[in-house]
């Protein structure tokens, strides 16, 4: 199984690159983000109660989302591999994932962690602002947020990979096609 945990701050093209990647390599896609917003969407309990922490750029707290983790991955044991977006995001989110994939022989086999400067970032996250909607990507302020509590909470699960020997870091600026090519090449090589 090819097993791939797709990192990186707010804005770094997770989603993007994860749609891409998905595609080549026939994994499934658990995007933490896209789960929590289809329960929004829903209005199920859940989803009401995520969009508090969301809409201020903040974590979502760690139970509600290994469970959700937990059981998509129950329901997807004959796939090809999983890719994780915007998961883990905590250090106590990525032991939960060790002990769940632990569990089941299957091993994380590569983090990719896209490199992206602040700026390029907040101007990223504007434009989807504009194009979508998204709440939580409208106001400088909560994007702000968002990567503050990225670089205190988020960053330091690079080390909990690193200490695997699994961390691999992909220059993140460039057009989306120049970053699925080198995140393609990293891949091959895991
Ligand atoms: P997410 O949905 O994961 O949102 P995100 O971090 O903003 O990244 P996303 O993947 O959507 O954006 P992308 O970089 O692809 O999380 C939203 C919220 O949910 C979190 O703030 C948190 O509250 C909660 N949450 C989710 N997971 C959680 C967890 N595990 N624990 C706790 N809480 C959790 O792209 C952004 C934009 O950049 C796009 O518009 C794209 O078109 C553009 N772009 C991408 N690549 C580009 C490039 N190369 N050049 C120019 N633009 C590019």
């Known amino acids: 199984m090819l097993n791939i945990v797709?990192?990186?701050p707010p804005g770094?093209?997770?989603g993007t690159?994860?749609?891409k990647i998905i595609e080549k390599?026939?994994?499934?896609h658990l995007s933490t983000g896209d789960i929590?917003?289809?329960e929004?969407?829903?209005k199920t309990t859940l989803g009401v109660e995520a969009k508090k922490y969301m809409d201020k750029g903040e974590l979502v707290p760690d139970e509600v989302v290994i469970g959700m983790i937990e059981s998509k991955i129950g329901q997807n044991t004959g796939s090809k591999?999983?890719?994780f977006d915007g998961f883990p995001r905590t250090t106590a989110q990525a032991e939960a994932?060790?002990?769940m994939l632990n569990k089941r022989n299957i091993p994380i086999t590569v983090m990719l962690s896209l490199e992206v400067e602040k700026d390029e970032l907040v101007k990223r996250l504007l434009g989807r602002g504009q194009d979508s909607g998204r709440s939580d990507d409208q106001d400088v302020s909560i994007i702000e947020n968002r990567i503050k509590v990225y670089n205190s909470e988020t960053a330091p699960v690079k080390g909990f990979y690193e200490k695997q020997g699994k961390l691999k870091s992909i220059a993140g600026m460039g057009s989306i096609d120049e970053i699925f090519n080198r995140l393609c090449e990293a891949i091959d090589k895991a």
């Open 6 to 8: 797709l990192f990186g």
């Open 12 to 14: 770094a093209g997770k």
């Open 17 to 19: 690159q994860a749609a």
């Open 25 to 28: 390599y026939q994994l499934v």
């Open 36 to 38: 929590l917003r289809g």
């Open 40 to 42: 929004l969407a829903a």
């Open 81 to 83: 591999g999983f890719i």
């Open 97 to 99: 994932l060790d002990k």
